[in-house]
């Protein structure tokens, strides 16, 4: 089902066009573009998204804005009014279309509730657009929403094949520049950049029922997970598309009023699918490049605090994953109030010559109002053996790396050196509690919000700890035991990683009690010693007691970034030569699988990282 290529003659001219224009050799050829912004209760997005917006590259003088708002109860509004002031000038014209009042439609239970008016006055705004772009003479219109208008979350699963189901607000934000070019590049009527999001949400179906609701396929999943990849005709592309109007055809597509022989479900996306398919145009997805993110979309109960969390997370995943999200700089947003969020102090370890790393790590924590302290990582590089012994550190006699029959390596020394500084740290300040992250953690959705009431619910059950993995990788895959009265805790089995954890002033005396750098082996099969659950008696016989209490938490809040295997792991410790070893060269301890991903955590997409796949997710 690989779509027609492009005219040949098109496509040279879009990727020439800019080079032939500074060259003097001819006047810009590019298609007229109107951008048909609708924007509702956005505040959240709307820099990211306009700041894309301002990205896109693409002459302005051959954009027309058609932008309308209504209904907010936040300042979309003044956000966009501000922003259009700033720049709308640059743009070859701009229609505004602001509607302060009312707040809410009729019957409406929160926000993000879709009513039948909300569907009908949608329609009616996007018709209006689409006029417009043919009344000003536009090739295009790119119809691309910001919290507008999605797919269907349906209240029960698997459902967008039931009459009742509602259809819910999603953010788009295309990051990749080249968008409009790669698009208008394939020739196709309508056309749809894939989106990706932090589940298996898209904004394209490839199945839809002969009474026009979704239905599942088996293309679906394969196409989301980019292993097929290309353009692919599907019945129904929404949130963010291109229309050529110059497609034949064209002239007969309209949002409003639904085809005279409608009998599908009252709502905006599947009346323009319809219309599609009635005029003989067709529809297509393509997913070859990463154009941008859209969020999974709350439930309809929910409000736009749970929408602006949900947002964050998607900026996150986004600083991660890339490419990143840039907040216009013309319009003004909220200010941040990081905190420490309850803990005495927020440390996160990281390596000088990583600065991205480091550099990520502040803004995703800053993103979360989160006030983190770097501490400068014990660089395994800069240790020989003879630094390494005045420091005190001797190897636990007999230890080797379990998976690769390895020593302890330079980097793992250096790891454990810069937890222990940490630990040091706290108990010569009496830190009563504190929060210690490594500098390659991704954030699980809403990290901040379920870290504190995590502890809210620790406190009030009493419970007695001294540390709390809230990222790790469970070895053993039998059931850990549960904690009275806290559902999102275990009691902590054997566990790798030291990824991020909360640690307690009598968690970090014990382990600096037990004298771990004169028998150190790696910090992550320290500590499910030091909580006596480490499998290996001879190891554990070195030290004593040990009583550390170690919970979980259940689901983890944090992962790693990338595993061992992905094409962007890199790791420091397990990059790095032997402890005693000084001749400089650096081994790669391929052989080691304490990285790889572990199967617990491959239920999820591509990069494995996120929510558990819900029915609903596809829709
Ligand atoms: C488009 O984005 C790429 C990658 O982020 C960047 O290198 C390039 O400079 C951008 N191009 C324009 C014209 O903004
Ligand atoms: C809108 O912005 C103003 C000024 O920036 C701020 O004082 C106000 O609280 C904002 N209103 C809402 C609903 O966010
Ligand atoms: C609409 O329905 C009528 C009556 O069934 C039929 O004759 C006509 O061809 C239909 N039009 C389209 C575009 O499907
Ligand atoms: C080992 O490192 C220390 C501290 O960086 C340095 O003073 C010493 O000269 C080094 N020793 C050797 C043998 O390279």
Redesign the pocket.
Known sequence: MRAARAAPLLQLLLLLGPWLEAAGVAESPLPAVVLAILARNA?HSLPHYLGALERLDYPRARMALWCATDHN???TT?MLQEWLAAVGDDYAAVVWRPEGEPRFYPDEEGPKHWTKERHQFLMELKQEALTFARNWGADYILDHSVNSLGGCSPGRAGACDVPSSKFADTDNILTNNQTLRLLMGQGLPVVAPMLDSQTYYSNFWCGITPQGYYRRTAEYFPTKNRQRRGCFRVPMVHSTFLASLRAEGADQLAFYPPHPNYTWPFDDIIVFAYACQAAGVSVHVCNEHRYGYMNVPVKSHQGLEDERVNFIHLILEALVDGPRMQASAHV?R?SKRPSKIGFDEVFVISLARRPDRRERMLASLWEMEISGRVVDAVDGWMLNSSAIRNLGVDLLPGYQDPYSGRTLTKGEVGCFLSHYSIWEEVVARGLARVLVFEDDVRFESNFRGRLERLMEDVEAEKLSWDLIYLGRKQVNPEKETAVEGLPGLVVAGYSYWTLAYALRLAGARKLLASQPLRRMLPVDEFLPIMFDQHPNEQYKAHFWPRDLVAFSAQPLLAAPTHYAGDAEWLSDTETSSPWDDDSGRLISWSGSQKTLRSPRLDLTGSSGHSLQPQPRDEL
Request: proline share 14%; hydrophobic share 15%.
């Open positions: 505040e109860v936040d300042n003044e003004t909220p």
